[in-house]
């Protein structure tokens, strides 16, 4: 096992004093992945050894299509042979976030982390989810005053 860590290692690009270079460029895409993978619940998943930037980008952007209704159907092979790839991430990156922050459906936290390393919880949904239970039933009057006693008392008409 440690042979073959040993190897990976080796493998790794250098810079010209030997130490090892960081994958700096696919920080850089996971990051602008990051806030639409977030808003839908999860984080954008890591590059994977041997995967090149355009692989990486279409195997982020693969699990967001279907919340875009212009690219939903899209084959990611033919954005990598037009060079419109970045378009179509801008896009669908966008209509995920909208979509993941569209206040319908459930009450649903959504967690993410602010400049500063503080977590930030944002709740998106319909509040009528979670409040609906909350509210008095509405009433209505039934009659105003009692014809015997001529007193005014009135009844209630329950819920309508």
Aim: some cysteine; overall charge positive; aromatic content about 8%.
């Amino acid at each position: 096992m440690d042979t073959k860590v040993a190897a990976l290692w080796d493998n790794l690009p250098r810079t010209a004093d030997g130490e090892a270079k960081l994958d700096s460029a696919a920080r850089e895409i996971q990051a602008q992945y990051d806030p639409a993978y977030q808003a839908l619940g999860t984080r954008a998943p890591q590059r994977v050894y041997g995967e090149s930037d355009t692989e990486y980008r279409q195997r982020l952007l693969r699990p967001l299509l279907p919340h875009s209704k212009k690219w939903s159907g899209f084959d990611l092979k033919q954005a990598e042979a037009a060079k419109i790839l970045h378009i179509v991430e801008d896009e669908v990156r966008a209509a995920a976030h909208k979509a993941a922050t569209a206040n319908t459906g459930e009450l649903r936290s959504v967690s993410s982390v602010g400049e500063a390393g503080h977590r930030i919880k944002n709740y998106y949904g319909r509040p009528g989810a979670a409040w609906d239970n909350c509210k008095l039933r509405t009433q209505f009057v039934k009659r105003w005053g009692d014809e015997k006693s001529g007193q005014n008392a009135f009844k209630l008409a329950g819920e309508r």
